[in-house]
């Protein structure tokens, strides 16, 4: 008999101890989960804007302007658009980003490339990784570019990368 109530006593410790544990595991996790919310409307609040920014890679540097919307849409134009050597004329960029961590975003973006006597005309995908620095408005991002013939699925197929650059970007205030 003392060692059934000694068994059901031990079981009833054990039982306790295990579910206080998975409590305040449960509540560890949901603090977690708030800190990594507040996270990232703070990288939203902290990226959203315009920023004149310069592009360096293989055809040497160019000017552009790109605008993050707290939505997660961007819209970028480059002084390059209207063709270059060894670039076609293009479109705007439009595509959409997300915040990886509070100062640090993954985006993806479109833009059509119009066909010349030399290219017939494609589709580019650019995907790039970027930091901000809050206190000087300042964005570093790295870029690579696939190009694709019009029928392909650019957000589905794959193709090799084109192209990899760089640009830097200092926010525009009012």
């Not at 306790?16 to 603090?31: E, G, M, N, R």
């Not at 993050?68 to 390059?80: E, K, L, P, Q």
């Amino acid at each position: 008999m003392k060692t059934r109530n000694a068994f059901a006593t031990l079981t009833i410790c054990v039982l306790s101890a295990l579910t206080i544990l998975d409590f305040v595991s449960l509540h560890k996790v949901q603090a977690e989960s708030i800190v990594e919310a507040e996270s990232i409307r703070d990288c939203r609040k902290l990226v959203t804007g315009t920023y004149l920014t310069t592009l360096s890679a293989n055809f040497g540097t160019s000017r552009g302007i790109t605008t993050f919307n707290r939505d997660g849409n961007f819209v970028a134009t480059a002084s390059i658009q209207s063709g270059v050597p060894k670039i076609p004329p293009f479109s705007n960029t439009q595509g959409s980003w997300k915040c990886t961590s509070s100062r640090e975003i993954t985006a993806t973006g479109l833009d059509f490339n119009y066909s010349t006597a030399k290219v017939p005309a494609s589709i580019t995908r650019t995907d790039f990784r970027a930091t901000f620095t809050p206190k000087d408005g300042i964005v570093q991002a790295t870029a690579t570019q696939r190009s694709f013939n019009l029928n392909a699925n650019p957000l589905k197929d794959y193709a090799p990368v084109q192209q990899t650059f760089t640009f830097t970007g200092q926010r525009i205030k009012p």
